[in-house]
């Protein structure tokens, strides 16, 4: 299972939105296939197994990293592609949260005469997954923060100079961190103070482009904006429905923009990236008011600070704008899931403390 897990992660930036799922078959203490989920709308997992395995997958164990699924998509079902090649057995790390399997895909199996089990290394599995997990089960994406910081915890001078706070290291790692995410959120006042792109460059995937979220309550971004220069979509949530000229302007640019009520903007604009964009994994790069509200409402399920080893002042930028907290009763409590050196920085992976289960305290 161990080895069906780590061939699910070599899926980890091109499966969106399918969950990344790795397969081993084994037999007489040998594996004779292997393979993963490498692409949505490509063979699964198990069906990449079997065609490796051929005749040998007759008798064999296979080991899943995700229950079989038990449904036609874009894909036939792979619950009946193991029967037909005659396994043994199916052990999976966990039941796939999706409604049109969840249990019946190792149900269908059971009553096909094929030994079944589920729960072998099942938090590594759902760690993998997070964000699939919950975009069937809440129908929310996990969002992740990310933020660099110096060592007195400020992010920038007060002159908004913030480039560059990280090393070459760190920043190569925030571009793998964009890579495996669907899509990469900031704030209007992030866009108009840097100009961001959004994108995924230093790596060697030209073709992985996530979806670029601005939150622009008042649609106050500009036409000229860089990220609307580059190959890849911008989505643009806005509450502004007068002004249709700028509408027209930013279409016209490259944007697609969504209207959403006021009230409840940001739950609201998770849901729609989770049901309309089927997005697993959004990635957070904004600045300390949209990432101190979104901490407020409880809409942050994971931090990722690179800690640099240099001093800003008093005078520069904070970390998070959270006003309401006022005093030790009102702090928020977060866990710490890793810390690792990434060049002359430190990376901590924090998940922010929700009791629910699903913001990392099984990893």
Same mark, same amino acid.
């Given at each position: 299972?161990?080895?069906?897990?780590?061939?699910?992660?070599?899926?980890?930036?091109?499966?969106?939105?399918?969950?990344?799922?790795?397969?081993?078959?084994?037999?007489?203490?040998?594996?004779?296939?292997?393979?993963?989920?490498?692409?949505?709308?490509?063979?699964?997992?198990?069906?990449?197994?079997?065609?490796?395995?051929?005749?040998?997958?007759?008798?064999?164990?296979?080991?899943?990293?995700?229950?079989?699924?038990?449904?036609?998509?874009?894909?036939?079902?792979?619950?009946?592609?193991?029967?037909?090649?005659?396994?043994?057995?199916?052990?999976?790390?966990?039941?796939?949260?999706?409604?049109?399997?969840?249990?019946?895909?190792?149900?269908?199996?059971?009553?096909?005469?094929?030994?079944?089990?589920?729960?072998?290394?099942?938090?590594?599995?759902?760690?993998?997954?997070?964000? /699939?997990?919950?975009?069937?089960?809440?129908?929310?994406?996990?969002?992740?923060?990310?933020?660099?910081?110096?060592?007195?915890?400020?992010?920038?001078?007060?002159?908004?100079?913030?480039?560059?706070?990280?090393?070459?290291?760190?920043?190569?790692?925030?571009?793998?961190?964009?890579?495996?995410?669907?899509?990469?959120?900031?704030?209007?006042?992030?866009?108009?103070?840097?100009?961001?792109?959004?994108?995924?460059?230093?790596?060697?995937?030209?073709?992985?482009?996530?979806?670029?979220?601005?939150?622009?309550?008042?649609?106050?971004?500009?036409?000229?904006?860089?990220?609307?220069?580059?190959?890849?979509?911008?989505?643009?949530?806005?509450?502004?429905?007068?002004?249709?000229?700028?509408?027209?302007?930013?279409?016209?640019?490259?944007?697609?923009?969504?209207?959403?009520?006021?009230?409840?903007?940001?739950?609201?604009?998770?849901?729609?990236?989770?049901?309309?964009?089927?997005?697993?994994?959004?990635?957070?790069?904004?600045?300390?008011?949209?990432?101190?509200?979104?901490?407020?409402?409880?809409?942050?399920?994971?931090?990722?600070?690179?800690?640099?080893?240099?001093?800003?002042?008093?005078?520069?930028?904070?970390? /998070?704008?959270?006003?309401?907290?006022?005093?030790?009763?009102?702090?928020?409590?977060?866990?710490?899931?890793?810390?690792?050196?990434?060049?002359?920085?430190?990376?901590?992976?924090?998940?922010?403390?929700?009791?629910?289960?699903?913001?990392?305290?099984?990893?």
């Amino acid at each position: 299972m161990a080895r069906a897990l780590r061939l699910a992660a070599r899926g980890l930036t091109t499966t969106q939105p399918n969950p990344r799922v790795g397969c081993v078959l084994a037999r007489d203490g040998q594996i004779v296939g292997e393979g993963w989920h490498e692409f949505a709308g490509g063979p699964h997992a198990e069906i990449n197994a079997l065609e490796q395995a051929g005749d040998a997958a007759r008798g064999a164990d296979c080991y899943v990293s995700l229950e079989p699924c038990n449904h036609h998509g874009r894909t036939p079902p792979c619950s009946e592609a193991l029967i037909r090649a005659g396994v043994a057995r199916v052990v999976a790390a966990t039941t796939d949260p999706d409604p049109r399997t969840a249990g019946a895909g190792l149900q269908k199996l059971a009553a096909a005469g094929i030994d079944t089990a589920c729960g072998l290394l099942e938090p590594q599995a759902r760690e993998l997954n997070r964000g /699939f997990v919950l975009r069937l089960t809440r129908e929310r994406p996990y969002v992740r923060c990310k933020q660099a910081l110096s060592v007195d915890g400020r992010t920038a001078m007060a002159s908004g100079e913030s480039k560059w706070i990280s090393g070459e290291a760190a920043r190569l790692d925030v571009q793998r961190l964009r890579a495996r995410s669907c899509a990469v959120l900031t704030g209007i006042g992030t866009v108009l103070a840097d100009d961001p792109r959004l994108d995924v460059r230093h790596l060697d995937m030209p073709r992985r482009r996530p979806l670029r979220v601005v939150l622009d309550r008042r649609l106050r971004m500009s036409a000229d904006a860089r990220m609307l220069g580059l190959p890849g979509r911008v989505l643009i949530f806005t509450c502004n429905i007068d002004n249709s000229i700028k509408h027209g302007m930013l279409i016209g640019a490259g944007a697609e923009i969504v209207v959403l009520p006021e009230p409840d903007f940001a739950n609201g604009v998770l849901r729609y990236l989770a049901g309309q964009e089927q997005v697993n994994e959004v990635l957070v790069e904004a600045g300390a008011t949209l990432t101190g509200a979104l901490l407020q409402a409880g809409l942050i399920d994971e931090l990722i600070l690179y800690q640099a080893p240099v001093i800003m002042g008093d005078a520069a930028r904070g970390l /998070f704008h959270l006003p309401q907290l006022q005093h030790m009763r009102d702090r928020m409590e977060l866990k710490l899931l890793e810390s690792r050196r990434i060049g002359a920085d430190l990376r901590l992976r924090l998940a922010v403390a929700r009791g629910d289960g699903m913001n990392g305290e099984n990893h």
